[in-house]
T-cell receptor, first 113, second 111 residues
Framework: DAGVTQSPTHLIKTRGQHVTLRCSPI?????VSWYQQVLGQGPQFIFQYYEKEERGRGNFPDRFSARQFPNYSSELNVNALLLGDSALYLC????????????FGPGTRLTVT | SQQGEEDPQALSIQEGENATMNCSYKTSINNLQWYRQNSGRGLVHLILIRSNEREKHSGRLRVTLDTSKKSSSLLITASRAADTASYFC???????????FGAGTRLFVKA
């Protein structure tokens, strides 16, 4: 079975631009979470979606948004990119939500110049 | 802000030695999880311990949880060079819809 997949692997954007990151969960998993990991730090929680509804939101500005589709895949959108948005963006899926173990994808490395 | 705080920040040991990492957190939890990350790649789930459990084992891993002290420890026995990685604790926080990671412990195992 395929694990969690994310696309693209790497991305370079310019300040002020918009970016869309994609995630496909493990088959049968209904929960997807997004994290931002800056170099040298632990992952920071951005969003959790379960059954296509937002269930949790971290302390991120409204420039960050996400959605989950009927097939449980998910997109993370970031508008008006700032240099500080440069990070590894991780997607994780789980069968029921945060009370269960999460399976992480390899991440998307975003560089904002 | 991050709820979990790992200690030490970095740990360097010889192959075959045991490695112990500690995690402290601030608020009540339903469960605590430990993850491993190799070279800035995706995280790998190691073990989940629920708030009503005190100790859990998985292979060479042993995790303890002390909810009265809001702390947990991860012990890796008979370490190997392949154990070199960053280790993170993560808690679910109130409501269970937000996972909070600590800053991690960087473990270096020398062959």
């Amino acid at each position: 079975d395929a694990g969690v997949t994310q696309s693209p692997t790497h991305l370079i954007k310019t300040r002020g631009q918009h970016v869309t990151l994609r995630c496909s969960p493990i088959s049968g998993h209904k929960s997807v979470s997004w994290y931002q990991q800056v170099l040298g730090q632990g992952p920071q929680f951005i969003f959790q979606y379960y059954e296509k509804e937002e269930r949790g939101r971290g302390n991120f500005p409204d420039r960050f948004s996400a959605r989950q589709f009927p097939n449980y895949s998910s997109e993370l959108n970031v508008n008006a990119l700032l240099l500080g948005d440069s990070a590894l963006y991780l997607c994780a899926s789980s069968s029921h939500g945060q009370a269960y173990e999460q399976y992480f994808g390899p991440g998307t490395r975003l560089t904002v110049t | 802000s991050q709820q979990g705080e790992e200690d030490p920040q970095a740990l360097s040991i010889q192959e075959g030695e045991n490695a112990t990492m500690n995690c402290s957190y601030k608020t009540s939890i339903n469960n605590l999880q430990w993850y491993r990350q190799n070279s800035g790649r995706g995280l790998v789930h190691l073990i989940l311990i629920r708030s009503n459990e005190r100790e859990k084992h998985s292979g060479r891993l042993r995790v303890t949880l002390d909810t009265s002290k809001k702390s947990s420890s991860l012990l890796i026995t008979a370490s190997r060079a392949a154990d070199t990685a960053s280790y993170f604790c993560a808690t679910d926080g109130t409501g269970g819809f937000k996972t909070i990671f600590g800053a991690g412990t960087r473990l270096f195992v020398k062959a």
